[in-house]
């Protein structure tokens, strides 16, 4: 991939960050500050749980290196806007969700850098790895924070000082964000389709079953806080539903040469929009046979 291809690809991925900075206030940080229960629960296990769990796994159990440095990256990154629609349609704290999003998002910027060079040293064959191609931390680092840390600072700025055009230009960067999740995706599966196919059955089983284990933390750990219903469901999808799309915008930047992590984190994106919209379905069924009202058409989308 050419460098202009990829400051391209960079470029539409900050584009991304800095709409999810516009969809901040500041009630959401004070809304955390005064009911820290769920959101520690949450981050917690997106930050800590999840990637040591990830990484105890794939010591464990046989898999190329390439597919484990892939779900390690995975598991390192913040959970992304798509899990902020999915909690709304889940009935779920759509406002918890989306203030740990943003939160979570300026964490990454030094714990996914952090934990994964951090877990990628661990192990042996994903040590081989990294070593191979002579990864920098402070690279990575400055790419994550070129990347994430400076359009979501200038994105809080920007709905702190322009609240009215934060508030106009949010679908719209809705909307990027989604289509920069599925390019992504499509560019990945494009450049490493004839590998992919020949090795779906690995890459599938990998992604389905890293899911399932990402929302069964997310779950467990809102369980054992002992939030409520719609704070667990908002916790489960926040750790759950990953944001892939920067994990590809890593990998295509530091390891162009790893294919196997691309499809991995592609196949992430594309699955991850599946078992989501499912168990979102699976919540609306059981709250239907609870007797719980479907929520009006008429409420916003980040409301509570």
């Known amino acids: 991939m050419s460098a202009g291809t990829l400051a391209v690809l960079n470029g539409i991925l900050a584009m991304m960050m800095f709409g999810i900075a516009l969809s901040l206030t500041p009630a959401d940080f004070k809304r955390v500050a005064q009911a820290p229960r769920g959101p520690v629960a949450g981050l917690s296990a997106q930050f800590i749980l999840l990637p040591g769990i990830t990484s105890l796994l794939i010591y464990l159990i046989p898999m190329p290196g390439e597919v484990a440095l892939g779900l390690l990256l995975v598991s390192c990154c913040p959970g992304g806007s798509f899990s902020n629609l ?27 850098p952090f934990n994964f060079m951090l877990y990628g040293a661990l192990n042996p064959r994903t040590n081989a790895l990294l070593s191979s191609i002579a990864v920098s931390p402070a690279d990575m680092l400055l790419i994550v924070a070129l990347v994430l840390a400076l359009p979501l600072t200038l994105g809080l700025m920007c709905a702190h000082h322009y609240p009215r055009f934060a508030r106009r230009s949010e679908p719209f960067f809705r909307v990027i964000s989604l289509c920069t999740l599925l390019g992504f995706v499509a560019v990945a599966l494009v450049l490493n389709w004839q590998r992919f196919i020949g090795g779906a059955s690995v890459f599938l089983l990998a992604v389905v079953g890293h899911n399932a284990l990402a929302l069964a933390i997310g779950w467990g750990m809102a369980r054992l806080c002992r ?8 916790i489960t999808l926040e750790v759950g539903l990953q944001n892939s799309g920067l994990g590809l915008g890593i990998i295509f930047t530091v390891f162009s040469n790893l294919s196997g992590m691309a499809i991995i984190a592609a196949a992430w994106g594309i699955w991850h929009l599946i078992s989501g919209l499912a168990l979102s379905g699976v919540w609306q069924c059981l709250d239907r046979r609870r007797g719980l009202r479907n929520p009006s058409i008429r409420q916003r989308i980040y409301e509570s």
Request: proline share 3%; aromatic share 2%; glycine share 6%.
């Open 86 to 112: 999915m909690t709304y349609l889940s009935r779920g704290n759509t406002a918890l969700s989306v203030s740990m999003t943003g939160i979570a998002s300026l964490m990454a910027s030094i714990l996914t």
């Open 227 to 234: 939030v409520s219903r719609p704070d667990r469901r908002a």
